[in-house]
C-alpha cells in the first residue's frame, strides 16, 4: 500500500495556466507539507498543514493554494503559471508529536514543467 | 535558514568511508537526515535530537554538536546501494508542523 500517494507524477503546461496536484496519505497522521525541488536539487518547504489548518506559508507566491479537504489530503493549486514554477513538488506528511521528533513521508513526486 | 553541506559531491569507491557535514547558522533543535536517489523521493533515514547525540543505522551513523550548530554523517564499508543525495533538514519548531529546512545536499556516487 502506498503511504503518500501524488498524482499526476507528470504535468507539463502552457504558461499562464492554472493546475492542480492531489496528495493524499494513508498513515492516519496529522500534519501534511508540501516541498518544491528546483533544478539545482534545493528541497524547500512551501507550505504546512495540521488538521486541515494552514500553519505557515513559506514566502509561496498567492498564485499557489493548498487546500486540505480532510486530513488524509492536501492538494496544491496554481493559478497563472509561470516558467520558474517548472520543479519537482513533493507532498509529505507526519505525526505531529509537539516537538521536532516528528518524521516525514514524502510522496513519489509530480514533475511540473512549464512551456 | 538554509543550512550547508560539505562537500558538495563526493566518488567513493566500495568499501570506502566517507563523511558528510551539516552547518547551520541558527540554533539546532534536531537534526533529520535523508537520502534520495535519482527520480525517487527522499526517505528518512534517521533523526538527532540532543547536543552530541550519536545514532546508528546499520553501517550509516550520525553525530549532533548542537554547540557548533553542526551534525556529519558517517558512512563506512560503502555500499552501491548508498549512492544517492543526502540531505540534512533542521526543524523550524513551529507549533503545529514541524517545517524542515533542508541542506543544499550531497551527491554521493559509489562506484565498484
Known amino acids: 500500500d502506498t503511504a503518500v500517494s501524488q498524482t499526476p507524477k507528470y504535468l507539463v503546461t502552457q504558461m499562464g495556466n492554472d493546475k492542480s496536484i492531489k496528495c493524499e496519505q494513508n498513515?492516519?497522521?496529522?500534519?501534511m507539507y508540501w516541498y518544491k525541488q528546483d533544478s539545482k536539487k534545493f528541497l524547500k518547504i512551501m507550505f504546512s498543514y495540521n488538521n486541515k489548518e494552514l500553519i505557515i506559508n513559506e514566502t509561496v507566491p498567492n498564485r499557489f493554494s493548498p487546500k486540505s479537504p480532510d486530513k488524509a489530503h492536501l492538494n496544491l493549486h496554481i493559478n497563472s503559471l509561470e516558467l520558474g514554477d517548472s520543479a519537482v513538488y513533493f507532498c509529505?506528511?507526519?505525526?505531529?508529536?509537539?516537538?521536532?521528533?516528528?518524521?516525514?513521508?514524502f510522496g513519489p513526486g509530480t514533475r511540473l514543467t512549464v512551456l | 535558514q538554509q543550512p550547508v553541506q560539505s562537500p558538495q559531491a563526493v566518488i567513493l569507491r566500495e568499501g570506502e568511508d566517507a563523511v558528510i557535514n551539516c552547518s547551520s547558522s541558527k540554533a539546532l533543535y534536531s537534526v533529520h537526515w535523508y537520502r534520495q536517489k535519482h527520480g525517487e523521493a527522499p526517505v528518512f533515514l534517521m533523526i538527532?535530537?540532543?547536543?552530541?547525540e550519536q545514532k546508528g543505522h546499520d553501517k550509516i551513523s550520525a553525530s549532533f554538536n548542537e554547540k557548533k550548530q553542526q551534525s556529519s554523517l558517517y558512512l563506512t564499508a560503502s555500499q552501491l546501494s548508498y549512492s544517492g543525495t543526502y540531505f540534512c533538514g533542521t526543524g523550524g519548531g513551529q507549533t503545529g508542523a514541524n517545517n524542515l529546512f533542508f541542506g543544499t545536499g550531497t551527491r554521493l556516487t559509489v562506484i565498484p
Open positions: 509529505a506528511s507526519s505525526d505531529y508529536s509537539g516537538g521536532y521528533t516528528d518524521t516525514q513521508y
Open positions: 538527532l535530537l540532543k547536543g552530541g
Open positions: 498513515l492516519g497522521h496529522d500534519t
